[in-house]
């Protein structure tokens, strides 16, 4: 497997799953359908449905029952997007090159275009779960998302980064943010297709334990790239972290310390999803991507 | 029975629920616990959840599986309150006599603690709905909410509600805005009880008529309420309609027209819940309260 090419692949996968539900604009609320599809078709990795999709099909062999919740959740992950640039919140006016939501069509509308994102991930992953074999594993998998999203995940970790902002934070409360604002979100993407996909408990558990690892590395390594990045790949301007004050990895440990921990992340993910599958060709080399990554 | 009174009595046993399911005070995220029980606990006649709870007891004799569904329902309307009420929106200082979210929040906190109840609601109804029998109730309850508060239900409603400021629109785009900004989560959560308590094809078809009909009838009451009504009661500022140059039933259609149509919806309505039993006392009782409410 080449992975960049593999990986190439399953991101246009992704684009395509996520445009098939992606909804109508038409009816008197179109604008709200037109804002959520802005932000919805504004690229990125897509890496978050890549993830719920692989682990279903390790569990299963195939990922055609992890498909709508692929796209959900990158609708999640959307909202989040919109509702993190917001005046109140980072008040940011341009997202991976483009204006951002609220930039285009005004602050209502972009904060309703993220509460529509977010509930209509739900729409979806609940409607296309009805009349399913194994309703119990539908119920299973949409409850990992909302338990990744919430308060006990994303939202907690945002909360806690916009109240520790121009603060020095302890290590244990900036792994709180990581693990809560990144990697909570690829727990819960990993573990609801692995539901779906009718993992064992055994399973279940040595997948979580890949997802957090990734998860945290990959935020470590976002620390790390705010510093030695380079804005042109990146895409966005780096440094922001030591101008706003904000406490990172690299802060607190610096950046050889920073480095060698997420390799240890990765090592040991790498080693928990061995124990789940022998076809771990993707999910390793994903996971070394992650590590290596500049962009 | 003594409507009022039985009324009361339900009011007081939603509120219990809604606390039973409040999130614990705690953590490093403790402040957006704060900011979703300080709107969770300001009150409100909590008719969606005694709609929910009562709903499923008419079909099924009781209510207990009902119950995650009315605590997460109640979540659903005060997300979409202090959204509403954030700057971008309509920039309200008081809610029920209480200053809103974000006056004592601030604005990013108010933004997540919706962000958070949106999100928490579906993590209860998904949690509380593993490991009950009949699983598929439980899913097709869980999306009947989410279409009731989306894009196609509430979120709709609201998007073209906010387009319409000071505008003269027809009456069709109106029932638009009532039928989706209000009834849509009645519908909801009537249908979510009655899923719950396992309602047969017909008896779901009357119930959504009965949901449908009081759900645009309580908002014709609310126009008019905003003419006619008395400050100290409704505890709101009276005749923001007109100031802000709204369309309302009245105003397309005049007092005394508007109150014909409420009447005639309600009268529909207690027909339709008729057809479903004859343990209809509360239900007929609640539509005519919505009629004759003065606050």
Do not use: W
């Not at 209509?120 to 990744?148: C, Q, V």
């Not at 999203?149 to 792994?175: C, F, H, R, W």
């Not at 993707?282 to 070394?288: K, P, R, T, W, Y």
């Amino acid at each position: 497997m080449d992975f960049k090419s593999e990986l190439k692949k399953r991101a246009i996968d992704a684009e395509e799953i996520i445009k098939k539900y992606m909804p109508k604009e038409e009816g008197y609320q179109k604008t709200i359908m037109e804002a959520m599809n802005y932000s919805l078709s504004s690229g990125g990795k897509r890496l978050r449905p890549i993830l719920t999709l692989e682990a279903c099909r390790i569990v299963q062999g195939c990922n055609n029952n992890a498909i709508p919740f692929a796209a959900a959740i990158e609708m999640i992950h959307t909202y989040s997007l919109i509702h993190d640039d917001l005046p109140a919140l980072d008040n940011d006016d341009l997202r991976r090159g483009r204006a951002t939501n609220h930039k285009v069509f005004g602050e209502a509308m972009a904060i309703l275009a993220g509460d529509a994102l977010l509930n209509f991930a739900y729409e979806i992953m609940l409607k296309e779960s009805i009349g399913k074999e194994n309703p119990e594993r539908y119920l299973k998998a949409t409850y990992e998302i909302a338990r990744g999203a919430g308060i006990y995940g994303m939202v907690g970790g945002q909360v806690v980064d916009v109240q520790s902002e121009n603060t020095k934070i302890p290590k244990e409360k900036l792994d709180y943010i990581h693990e809560n604002k990144t990697a909570a979100m690829m727990v819960g993407c990993m573990r609801a297709g692995a539901s779906v996909g009718g993992a064992t408990k055994e399973q279940m558990d040595y997948i979580t334990d890949y997802a957090q690892k990734i998860g945290l590395a990959f935020q470590i390594v976002d620390d790390i790239l705010d510093i030695v990045g380079d804005e042109a790949k990146l895409g966005k301007h780096v440094g922001s972290d030591i101008e706003n004050n904000k406490s990172t990895y690299p802060s607190l440990l610096g950046l050889e310390k920073s480095r060698e921990i997420a390799k240890s992340l990765i090592e040991d993910a790498k080693k928990s999803i061995s124990k789940v599958t022998d076809d771990t060709e993707f999910l390793h080399g994903l996971a070394d991507y992650i590590l290596s990554r500049d962009h």
